[in-house]
């Protein structure tokens, strides 16, 4: 996970999109380099007087188009099957985005 080793303002507390800068991956995961990769890109293309733009586009969970991992699950949902355990208290959100979504805003971008 991309934000496993950051350090958050306490117990319970929760990391914000604000908290983006401050990201810290766990050691030796393969976030470790993707972190390296953004540092260089910014680096590199975002100094002063540059003419290109270097943007990071970090999506969360992709699901859609023809995708296994989540379309069990929704047609479940829509069909008012509930195959899943949720765990308490079961307040998590799990960031998704439709890859479609993914592909407008890199478009746009």
Not at 42 to 51: A, L, P
Not at 69 to 89: D, R, S, Y
């Amino acid at each position: 996970m991309v934000w496993a080793q950051t350090p958050s303002e306490g117990p319970g507390a929760v990391l914000r999109d604000s908290d983006f800068a401050k990201r810290q991956p766990a050691p030796g995961s393969k976030y470790e380099l993707w972190r390296e990769l953004e540092e260089l890109v910014m680096g590199c293309f975002n100094r002063e007087g540059s003419q290109v733009k270097g943007f990071i586009v970090a999506a969360s969970a992709m699901y859609g188009d023809g995708e296994l991992t989540f379309g069990p699950m929704f047609q479940n949902a829509w069909c008012g099957v509930q195959e899943h355990k949720i765990l308490a208290p079961g307040t998590n959100r799990v960031p998704l985005v439709h890859v479609r979504d993914m592909a407008r805003l890199v478009r746009q971008v």
